[in-house]
Each structure stands twice: as C-alpha cells, then as structure tokens.
C-alpha cells in the first residue's frame, strides 16, 4: 500500500520562529491534505492541495504541491505558541480512503 | 452548525469483549468514515460508509464491523477485542457528490477505547 514519510518527526521552537515540514510518498498522489491534531481532538483540516506545483495558504500558513507529484511542504510563518500541536500530512484520496503519515510534533516556547 | 459528534468518548473493555462505537456526521454530510489511531501513529483508514453500504475498506479483519442508518449516523462495532484494538477510533464525515470527492474529512474528537 501506499506509504507517507514525514519528516522531522518533532520540532521545538522559539516563538516567532518560522517552521517547515515535509512529508514524501512511494507513488503519485493526486490530493495531498494537511491537518492538525490538539490534544484530545481529532484532526482539523488546514490546506487541500489538488493540483501538482500549487502553492495555497491560510493565514500564516503555506503549503505546496511537489512537482514530482511525490511530495508536499508545511511552512508556517512567525510561529505562536497556538500552533502547537501534531500535524499530519495526507493523500491521496483514492478509493474513497486518505493515508495519513505519522505526524510532527510541533511544540512552541513563547 | 454541529459538527461530527462522537460516543462514548473514553470506554474500558476487556479482552474478547465486544464494543459499539457511534458517530453523528456534521449536518449536510452524507459520508462517514471510520480511523483507528494508535498511539504516536496517525489515523489508518477502517472503511467508508455511504448510502448505507460500506464502500471501501482498509486492512482490517472482519472483527471490525459497521452499519450507517438512514439518517446518515454510523455505528462501528468490533467484536473479540484484543489489547492490540486499545486506539482512538476516529469519525470523519465528509460530503460526496456522487463518485466524486476531495478528501476534505470533518473528524470528531474521537473514542478513546482501552482493552485490557
């Protein structure tokens, strides 16, 4: 099946610092997602990406689809001490199902 | 606007047990899938419930059993409990205009079971 590598698996920061993570897949997607998970929450959605090369944010907030079609960024700008939490990338939406990869922690120091 | 509700939130159960799960979709959803999410792992697809049949399933054995009622809830049921099946078992509801889709889920807060 197809397999996520998420990469760091965690982060700790210094307020304000800015963030980047990346997740790559074994074959071609044709979504890739990003979510985040608060502590005893499920996960939320942040950024949908369809298209190869698009690049979509949301507030501070910026993600991208790969070229290859393999691979997905997170960036997150002047990070805060809300975004803590563990985010997910996630693809491809084939067969009605999403594969999620295993998270980065993200913890914040204000 | 509810969103996806979820119950019970926590539950204990011991090995060989049974347990039923239940999942309200956010309003206007006719899509409900289910992800199991062990600790320290992300979620892992169980299967998709629409128009009443399970649509697609993922790797897991037939102990993991669903049902999806007119109203679009779903219930997910697993049978013979093992210590392994201890996880967060996700809802996510979603909206499928006919076979189309993309992928943007709404999960709820979760079941958290524990086997012992």
């Known amino acids: 099946g197809q397999q996520l590598n998420q990469s760091p698996q965690s982060m700790f920061i210094q307020e304000g610092e800015d963030v980047s993570m990346n997740c790559t897949s074994s074959?071609?997607?044709?979504?890739w997602l990003w979510y985040k998970q608060d502590p005893g929450e499920g996960p939320v959605l942040l950024i949908a990406?369809?298209?190869?090369?698009e690049l979509t944010s949301n507030g501070r907030l910026t993600a991208q689809f790969g070229i290859t079609r393999k691979d997905s960024f997170l960036n997150i700008s002047a990070s805060i001490p809300s975004d803590v939490g563990i985010y997910f990338c996630?693809?491809?939406?084939?067969?009605?199902?999403?594969?999620f990869g295993k998270g980065t922690l993200l913890t914040v120091n204000p | 606007d509810a969103g996806v509700t979820q119950s019970p939130t926590h539950l204990i159960k011991t090995r060989g047990q049974q347990v039923t799960l239940r999942c309200s979709p956010k309003?206007?959803?006719?899509?409900v899938s289910w992800y199991q999410q062990a600790l320290g792992q992300g979620p892992q697809f169980i299967f998709q419930?629409?128009?009443?049949?399970?649509?697609q399933r993922g790797n897991f054995p037939d102990r993991f059993s669903g049902h999806q009622f007119p109203n679009y809830s779903s219930e997910l049921n697993v049978n013979a409990l093992l210590l392994g099946d201890s996880a967060l078992y996700l809802c996510?509801?979603?909206?499928?205009?006919?076979?189309?889709?993309?992928?943007?889920?709404?999960f709820g807060e979760g079941s958290r079971l524990t086997v012992l």
């Open positions: 996510a509801s979603s909206l499928v205009a006919g076979a189309q889709g993309t992928g943007e889920l709404f």
């Open positions: 074959s071609i997607f044709n979504t």
């Open positions: 990406l369809y298209k190869a090369g």
């Open positions: 996630a693809g491809p939406w084939s067969n009605y199902k999403l594969t």
């Open positions: 309003s206007g959803h006719d899509t």
């Open positions: 419930y629409y128009e009443e049949e399970e649509r």
